[in-house]
């Protein structure tokens, strides 16, 4: 998909991710990303601005068939967001382009690993506004994100180590019942992208 000063955001890019580990890796997509929002060259493709009205859109930007991250911007309908899931096992830093975005980290303190069920303490949550970014690297991958608007969308730009083709959720492992003391069920989910519009 071609948008306004596509080149000059994956040189930017591809420049990050030539580093040699991971915390430098993201430390330079993340410092990459803050400066190309501010840049009036770049500009998303108009289409990232249409919410999809039952889920949040995952529109692909870019796989570097060199260096093998890929770039997703997602679209966020008010009130839309996501349950707790990781990124199995890729680093990923997310980026606020338009809007704001509630961003939960969490961390995994017990697995029951015969019943797949897990249960997590939240760590902290932030709000991003548009500019802001911020990373994951495994095993600091769970998280949730959410459009705390009832209004107003949001757009993310997502550079993950590889093409995101799966995660997995964690979903109440029994909603009905009050006895299960917060424990989640671990689901594994196919991950698919949204036409670019």
């Given at each position: 998909?071609?948008?306004?000063?596509?080149?000059?955001?994956?040189?930017?890019?591809?420049?990050?991710?030539?580093?040699?580990?991971?915390?430098?890796?993201?430390?330079?997509?993340?410092?990459?990303?803050?400066?190309?929002?501010?840049?009036?060259?770049?500009?998303?493709?108009?289409?990232?601005?249409?919410?999809?009205?039952?889920?949040?859109?995952?529109?692909?930007?870019?796989?570097?068939?060199?260096?093998?991250?890929?770039?997703?911007?997602?679209?966020?309908?008010?009130?839309?967001?996501?349950?707790?899931?990781?990124?199995?096992?890729?680093?990923?830093?997310?980026?606020?382009?338009?809007?704001?975005?509630?961003?939960?980290?969490?961390?995994?303190?017990?697995?029951?690993?015969?019943?797949?069920?897990?249960?997590?303490?939240?760590?902290?949550?932030?709000?991003?506004?548009?500019?802001?970014?911020?990373?994951?690297?495994?095993p600091h991958e769970y998280h949730a994100i959410r459009n705390p608007s009832p209004d107003d969308i949001a757009v993310s730009l997502h550079v993950y180590q590889r093409p995101l083709m799966r995660c997995h959720v964690f979903v109440p492992?029994?909603?009905?019942?009050?006895?299960?003391?917060?424990?989640?069920?671990?689901?594994?989910?196919?991950?698919?992208?949204?036409?670019?519009?």
């Amino acid at each position: 998909m071609h948008f306004a000063g596509k080149d000059k955001l994956i040189a930017a890019l591809d420049a990050a991710v030539r580093l040699e580990d991971e915390t430098a890796i993201t430390e330079a997509l993340r410092a990459a990303l803050v400066a190309l929002f501010a840049d009036r060259e770049v500009g998303l493709p108009r289409s990232v601005l249409q919410p999809i009205v039952d889920h949040y859109a995952r529109r692909e930007l870019h796989v570097s068939p060199e260096l093998g991250y890929s770039v997703i911007a997602m679209t966020w309908g008010p009130g839309q967001g996501t349950r707790i899931h990781d990124h199995d096992g890729a680093w990923c830093v997310e980026g606020v382009w338009h809007g704001r975005l509630a961003i939960t980290q969490y961390e995994p303190h017990a697995r029951d690993e015969e019943g797949g069920r897990w249960r997590f303490t939240r760590m902290g949550d932030i709000e991003a506004g548009p500019g802001t970014a911020g990373s994951l690297i495994p095993p600091h991958e769970y998280h949730a994100i959410r459009n705390p608007s009832p209004d107003d969308i949001a757009v993310s730009l997502h550079v993950y180590q590889r093409p995101l083709m799966r995660c997995h959720v964690f979903v109440p492992d029994a909603e009905d019942d009050p006895g299960t003391d917060g424990w989640l069920r671990r689901e594994e989910r196919l991950l698919a992208t949204d036409a670019a519009g």
